[in-house]
């Protein structure tokens, strides 16, 4: 059923069931974000909050916004005093959330109706747990293909698979409220979802539900990683600040990992020396540690194994 509503407008309480708080970062998103906030409005699971930060929009977003936390009390709304940019900003709204569980959201996306209850009742004991997603157009139409049809989806069992990358992403996610307070605070340099999903691969893995909850909104104006170069003028400049976030990441990951977790912490600590500059002696000791520990660090990339080795001669002349 849907969220229950008395005559004032008011939740129905469902103290019973574990408060989930739906976080949602806006900015600029007025264009869609009605269709997402009415897909989690209407969710099955009847015990929801939805916490919105917005950063700073300077297009109708927050009228939007305001205009739905008028109608339904269980949203709330708030503005940032200046541009927090992505990840801080949704370090706010999950340090404002009350909920035992978070469901990250963004905001162009649509959920299936029934995207929290589901995950509810497959999290088990775990501390995230994430579903595909299907990837639809700037109109909402199918694009006939999934998130696993990309990247390779699963259950992560360790913390070496999210050094460079994974393939968990926030929107599918739904994450015990104590997992995000101990991932507090949110790095600059790693996102949001890779951070806390890597904090979770610390102590169990983080678990992968195949069926597809979300409809993953494909547009020019998705919020995308990395870095672009703005002009041959500041390449040089790009490229040097892309390095030193790499660097930062790597070494932010190794401090962060426990003494106890071994080898991993030591398989870290050879990857944050090695990234450290371009030095035959760091070249070869890269290369030499992405061997060993390529089925982790390429798991979401789904290579071959020719593949893989591949790329692990190429980190020869490069760092990711």
């Given at each position: ?13 469902s ?118 997603s ?14 696993s ?74 919020l995308?990683?990395?870095?672009k170069?703005?002009g ?13 976030k ?28 090695s ?46």
């Amino acid at each position: 059923m849907e969220q229950d509503f008395n005559q004032n407008n008011t939740p129905v309480a469902s103290s019973h069931l574990p408060l989930i708080s739906v976080v949602v970062a806006t900015y600029n998103g007025a264009r869609y974000i009605r269709e997402q906030l009415d897909s989690i409005i209407h969710q099955t699971y009847p015990n929801i909050e939805v916490v919105i930060t917005d950063d700073r929009s300077t297009d109708e977003t927050m009228t939007i916004l305001e205009e739905y936390a008028a109608q339904y009390p269980n949203i709330r709304v708030y503005q940032n005093e200046t541009n927090l940019k992505y990840v801080k900003n949704f370090e706010k709204g999950m340090r404002l959330a009350k909920g035992d569980l978070i469901a990250p959201s963004d905001q162009d996306d649509v959920w299936e109706l029934d995207k929290l209850q589901v995950l509810m009742d497959h999290i088990g004991d775990h501390a995230i747990i994430y579903c595909n997603s299907v990837l639809i157009d700037a109109h909402g139409n199918f694009l006939g293909k999934k998130m696993s049809d990309i990247r390779k989806q699963m259950t992560y069992s360790s913390c070496l698979m999210f050094v460079i990358g994974s393939w968990a992403p926030g929107h599918a996610m739904l994450i015990r409220s104590s997992l995000v307070h101990n991932a507090l605070p949110f790095p600059e340099y790693i996102s949001h979802d890779i951070w806390m999903s890597f904090i979770s691969a610390l102590t169990q893995p983080v678990k992968y539900l195949p069926q597809s909850l979300v409809r993953y909104r494909q547009h020019p104006s998705n919020l995308a990683g990395g870095f672009k170069v703005a002009g041959r003028n500041k390449q040089k400049e790009d490229k040097a600040e892309a390095m030193n976030k790499i660097r930062t990441r790597v070494q932010i990951m190794y401090e962060r990992c426990p003494q106890n977790l071994e080898p991993e912490k030591s398989y870290l600590k050879m990857i944050s020396v090695s990234y450290k500059n371009f030095s035959i002696a760091n070249n070869f000791k890269r290369v030499n540690v992405f061997f060993k520990c390529r089925k982790e660090l390429l798991a979401y990339k789904g290579k071959t194994e020719f593949e893989s080795w591949l790329f692990c001669l190429k980190m020869f002349f490069k760092i990711v």
